[in-house]
């Protein structure tokens, strides 16, 4: 399936969708859900290790250091067709954490550094679930920590060599959300959609 199919499925599955303060869980499902009736295969919280054990994905944006992985990532939905991914799928409530300057002071806040850099060799202000999609594409298709350490770029191709179907789905965006996130969906080919728009 086409990637910008595979948009318009999402969008019409979440097209007035009810979505209150802490929405996420329940859109996670009801997205899973429509994308199944779509006679995809969308793997839910990566439970088949698309995202490998111990690959790091972002960097603390209070010391710009990159931060180690003890575990395993998890992509909210790996979607599949005929046993090949074709997208990676992550879903917020919100995007609430995101600043123009500065770091949310919230613990376990979700404002993060890329790991990779833009074309001016500058990190890319970002979310911890869109860094985790970045690095899965990037290590999918052969890409190293090494290497990704050492991308400096705004091309697509460079980010996402394999050209993965990148969505950020949130209940609730705010203009400046939208501002802020451009330069790295840009650079990704992601897509960031809003069941709600606000100003």
């Given at each position: 399936?086409?990637?910008?199919?595979?948009?318009?499925?999402?969008?019409?599955?979440?097209?007035?969708?009810?979505?209150?303060?802490?929405?996420?869980?329940?859109?996670?499902?009801?997205?899973?859900?429509?994308?199944?009736?779509?006679?995809?295969?969308?793997?839910?919280?990566?439970?088949?290790?698309?995202?490998?054990?111990?690959?790091?994905?972002?960097?603390?944006?209070?010391?710009?250091?990159?931060?180690?992985?003890?575990?395993?990532?998890?992509?909210?939905?790996?979607?599949?067709?005929?046993?090949?991914?074709?997208?990676?799928?992550?879903?917020?409530?919100?995007?609430?954490?995101?600043?123009?300057?500065?770091?949310?002071?919230?613990?376990?806040?979700?404002?993060?550094?890329?790991?990779?850099?833009?074309?001016?060799?500058?990190?890319?202000?970002?979310?911890?679930?869109?860094?985790?999609?970045?690095?899965?594409?990037?290590?999918?298709?052969?890409?190293?920590?090494?290497?990704?350490?050492?991308?400096?770029?705004?091309?697509?191709?460079?980010?996402?060599?394999?050209?993965?179907?990148?969505?950020?789905?949130?209940?609730?965006?705010?203009?400046?959300?939208?501002?802020?996130?451009?330069?790295?969906l840009a650079a990704l080919g992601a897509r960031?959609?809003?069941?709600?728009?606000?100003?």
């Amino acid at each position: 399936m086409a990637i910008d199919a595979l948009e318009d499925i999402v969008r019409s599955a979440v097209r007035g969708y009810p979505v209150g303060p802490k929405s996420g869980n329940q859109l996670h499902r009801h997205l899973h859900d429509s994308i199944v009736a779509a006679s995809l295969d969308p793997d839910f919280q990566d439970s088949r290790g698309f995202l490998r054990p111990g690959e790091a994905v972002w960097r603390d944006k209070h010391s710009g250091r990159v931060v180690e992985t003890a575990g395993r990532r998890r992509i909210d939905l790996v979607v599949r067709d005929g046993g090949r991914v074709i997208a990676l799928i992550e879903v917020e409530s919100d995007l609430n954490d995101l600043r123009e300057s500065g770091v949310s002071n919230r613990s376990g806040h979700c404002d993060v550094y890329s790991i990779a850099r833009n074309a001016d060799g500058v990190w890319f202000d970002s979310y911890q679930s869109l860094e985790r999609m970045g690095a899965a594409a990037f290590h999918a298709a052969g890409g190293t920590r090494d290497a990704l350490e050492r991308l400096s770029s705004n091309d697509p191709a460079a980010h996402n060599p394999a050209g993965l179907g990148l969505f950020v789905v949130t209940g609730f965006s705010r203009s400046r959300d939208r501002r802020i996130l451009a330069p790295r969906l840009a650079a990704l080919g992601a897509r960031l959609i809003s069941v709600v728009d606000r100003p």
